[in-house]
């Protein structure tokens, strides 16, 4: 996903700046991480208050297995509900969401 698309996706929330990182991009609101390219996927920020929203809206949560331990390690960050790609007002709400948790997470 290229810088404008993403720059587009988030222009409800308001100005995001992106940053690479990794094999990905980290997506910020005033300083705050709020979303990630990872392996060509957008990701969504989240948290305790907002992971029942995720699931009940579909979204997956990016887990991955330790390689070591071999235990299954779950990240704070979820899939882009259905249809908010083509939605830009229902990307906003998932977008404030999201980076609400960041702020919470930056406490």
Same mark, same amino acid.
């Given at each position: ?33 709020? @979303? !990630?390219?990872?392996?060509? %996927? ?6 305790? *208050?907002?992971? /029942?929203?995720?699931? $009940? ?26 249809? @908010? !790609?083509?939605?830009?007002? %229902? ?6 969401? *999201?980076?609400? /948790?960041?702020?919470? $997470?930056?406490?």
């Amino acid at each position: 996903m290229d810088d404008e698309r993403i720059r587009e996706l988030f222009d409800g929330l308001g100005a995001v700046s992106i940053r690479r990182m990794f094999s990905g991009k980290g997506i910020y609101h005033q300083g705050v991480i709020f @979303a !990630l390219i990872l392996r060509g %996927e957008l990701m969504l920020k989240g948290d305790d *208050a907002v992971a /029942a929203d995720y699931e $009940a809206a579909g979204a997956k949560r990016w887990t991955y297995r330790h390689k070591r331990h071999g235990k299954e390690v779950a990240m704070p960050y979820w899939t882009v509900p259905d249809g @908010a !790609l083509d939605d830009p007002d %229902e990307m906003t709400v998932w977008a404030r969401k *999201a980076y609400e /948790a960041g702020l919470r $997470a930056g406490k």
